[in-house]
């Protein structure tokens, strides 16, 4: 301990003695939990993965910190809180994170905040293409099993910006100077498939045909065989995303905005679900569905719209599909659509609990590039949870298997499921608080390094069952060469 860092303090609030506090000089760490996240990243080849598909165009003779060095980091940095480079001046020493590096806690400091400034700034376009395939691939490879089916989420989230960074402007709906950045999620498994950064004003559904197609055409060339089913609300019911979807075989449902013609075509089935809602005050939800077209479409499509009526008061919503079983059931395809909801879920673990909506460099390049460290960290935190979920047994009463489950039934199992396996169905902010802030003790000597944590965690169970998990699963064949 150097004289500068060396004090004491007395607090005298404890009514028989003194509270004595100074620093140590001990080698510690508030993030000890990011541990298991490195030895899954190890199995996985994530983090590893990510930074092969950069194309680094430095001088090797003056390469300090490496570009694999900087993804984990920023990767583990965003996981564990810490979503700006400014956090890393302090973070450079932190002995878990040199760990993390695969650096000895007696190595020189990692990387500062301007050399991680650089860094994200030194990314190409060429990388970014290599980066897009990379999600695929990774996503492709997390199956054990080829899938029969998949349901894919579409889904925008705003990104506020304070300051001039490039592409930001002003957006009507949102109100606000902005990014707009698009997620393409996996309702089976929860990963990001897909991201893109739009300049702030963009539509939503820009280029989202175009995005659709390649991952569509990647996972077809996997799974020849997958049937998929892309979801997206009414900013994508533009005419070419139903021109792809029914060109490359895809089932859709797609929001669609309430106008005139739908108004006039619901109103008798609005008025009878306002008249069954004051016979018997309770809820009511009633559909109807009819074939459509908009003046803009070369042929009809099939329409399911919902009308309900409730103590809060009336409610329409339509969606566009040619699902098969639409024409049979509208209700449970109109259920179908609404479990979007999950996706929507997802995207704001990514925007707020992960910080995505932190892309505050000034150029447009590194802040794609921030996108995907962001989305990066999230893939592997939705790896950890898969890693340890455990899905209860289903409550005793239900008729109908999970999967099958709608409306009030089908939030009280998610309820029920999180409850039984907090850190399998946890938010980021869970992950954190029972597992990855927990301070530890960590000494090197030349035969082993050894972290030590208290014994009096609440929490040292789940850092023990994950942990155990984590080491006893096989190597995932996530070999994308």
């Known amino acids: 301990m150097d004289s500068q860092s060396a004090f004491q303090l007395s607090f005298d609030f404890y009514p028989s003695k003194p509270i004595l506090v100074e620093p140590s000089a001990a080698q510690v760490s508030t993030d000890a939990g990011l541990l298991p996240f490195r030895q899954l990243d190890e199995r996985l080849g994530l983090t590893e993965q990510f930074a092969a598909a950069l194309t680094d165009r430095r001088n090797v003779g003056y390469i300090e910190h490496t ?8 990767v583990f940095g965003i996981l564990a809180d810490y979503p700006d480079q400014n956090d890393h001046d302090v973070l450079r020493s932190d002995p878990i994170f040199k760990l993390i590096c695969d650096r000895s806690i007696h190595d ?23 980066l897009q395939e990379l999600l695929v691939e990774q996503f492709i490879a997390s199956f054990e099993v080829p899938p029969t089916q998949l349901t894919l989420d579409i889904d925008p989230f705003d990104d ?80 070419e995303m139903y021109d792809t979807c029914e060109r490359l075989d895809i089932h859709y449902s797609i929001g669609i905005g309430m106008n005139a013609r739908l108004k006039k075509a619901s109103e008798n089935l609005l008025n009878e679900a306002v008249e069954q809602f004051e016979a018997t005050g309770r809820s009511q939800r009633l559909f109807t569905a009819f074939w459509y077209r908009a003046g803009s479409w070369p042929a009809q499509r099939w329409v399911v719209l919902k009308c309900e009526a409730n103590a809060q008061g009336t409610n329409r919503r339509a969606i566009v599909t040619n699902r098969p079983g639409a024409f049979v059931l509208p209700d449970a395809a109109y259920d179908a659509y609404a ?25 447009y390049f590194a802040n794609l ?52 396996a907090p850190l399998g169905e946890g938010q980021p902010c869970t992950w954190r608080t029972r597992l990855i802030k927990v301070g530890a003790r960590i000494a090197e000597t030349t035969r082993r390094i050894v972290v030590q944590l208290s014994s009096s965690w609440p929490y040292l169970d789940h850092y023990q069952e994950v942990s155990q998990q984590v080491l006893a699963s096989g190597r995932a064949a996530w070999d994308t060469s």
């Open 108 to 130: 020189d400091d990692l990387a500062s905040q301007p050399t991680l400034s650089r860094f994200e700034n030194a990314i190409g376009v060429r990388s970014f293409f290599n």
């Open 339 to 363: 479990d979007r909801g999950e996706s929507e879920n997802r995207n704001k673990e990514l925007k707020c609990g992960l910080q995505a909506d932190r892309l505050s460099d000034h150029r």
């Open 369 to 420: 590039f921030r996108l995907y460290l962001h989305t990066a960290a999230y893939n592997l935190l939705v790896r950890m949870r898969l890693q340890v979920s455990e899905p209860p047994s289903e409550p005793k009463g239900n008729q109908l298997p999970a999967e099958a489950l709608s409306g009030r039934h089908r939030r009280r199992w998610h309820n029920h499921r999180r409850k039984h």
């Open 160 to 239: 506020p910006a304070h300051g001039e960074q490039q592409l930001v402007l002003f957006h009507g709906y949102y109100g606000q100077y902005q990014y707009l950045p698009r997620a393409i999620t996996c309702a089976e498994n929860d990963l990001v498939v897909a991201a893109c950064l739009l300049y702030g004003s963009a539509h939503p559904s820009l280029a989202a045909a175009s995005d659709i197609e390649y991952v569509v055409s990647r996972l077809r060339a996997a799974w020849p065989g997958v049937q998929i089913h892309l979801r997206g609300d009414s900013g994508f019911a533009v005419p």
């Open 67 to 74: 570009f694999l060095e900087m993804t984990r980091m920023r």
